[in-house]
């Protein structure tokens, strides 16, 4: 299994964002009434993303009496990092690519990321 690798689809997305924000095992069920609009979603539908997640390794799972409890194996922000290097690594031109993301950074954003850069030169 991948370790997160791989893009998320619009559900996907969804119901990731219900097990980061809970920080905790969720079941199906507690996804599935999480999600917006969930009850026009089908259960099975929502197994059959979480289960897809787990075979990603977005998530991981154990069971809970007969059914699995399901939970994030990273966070939201190691995910974003990851799929930024995602982005980076087929944009063709790294440095293009960064070039064009450092452009559209507001002042505090570079500021920061200059402190982050500083930071991380300095370890």
């Known amino acids: 299994m991948g370790q997160g690798c791989g893009r998320l689809g619009d559900l996907e997305a969804l119901v990731m964002e219900q097990l980061w924000s809970a920080g905790d095992h969720l079941s199906v069920r507690?996804?599935?009434?999480?999600?917006?609009?969930?009850?026009?979603r089908a259960y099975t539908t929502v197994m059959t993303?979480?289960?897809?997640?787990?075979?990603?390794?977005?998530?991981d799972r154990e069971r809970?009496?007969?059914?699995?409890?399901?939970?994030?194996?990273?966070?939201?922000?190691?995910?974003?990092?990851?799929?930024?290097e995602d982005?980076?690594?087929?944009?063709?031109?790294?440095?293009?690519?960064?070039?064009?993301?450092?452009?559209?950074?507001?002042?505090?954003e570079s500021a920061q990321l200059r402190?982050?850069?500083d930071e991380a030169g300095q370890s």
Do not use: C, I
């Not at 289960?51 to 390794?57: A, E, M, T």
């Not at 809970?64 to 930024?84: I, K, L, N």
């Open 115 to 117: 402190a982050l850069l």
């Open 49 to 59: 993303v979480l289960d897809n997640l787990f075979q990603k390794g977005f998530v």
């Open 64 to 84: 809970s009496g007969r059914a699995y409890v399901y939970w994030a194996t990273q966070g939201r922000a190691e995910h974003t990092a990851r799929a930024m």
């Open 30 to 40: 507690q996804v599935l009434e999480a999600l917006p609009d969930g009850r026009a």
């Open 87 to 108: 982005a980076l690594a087929s944009s063709g031109d790294r440095g293009a690519a960064l070039m064009h993301f450092v452009e559209q950074l507001t002042p505090e």
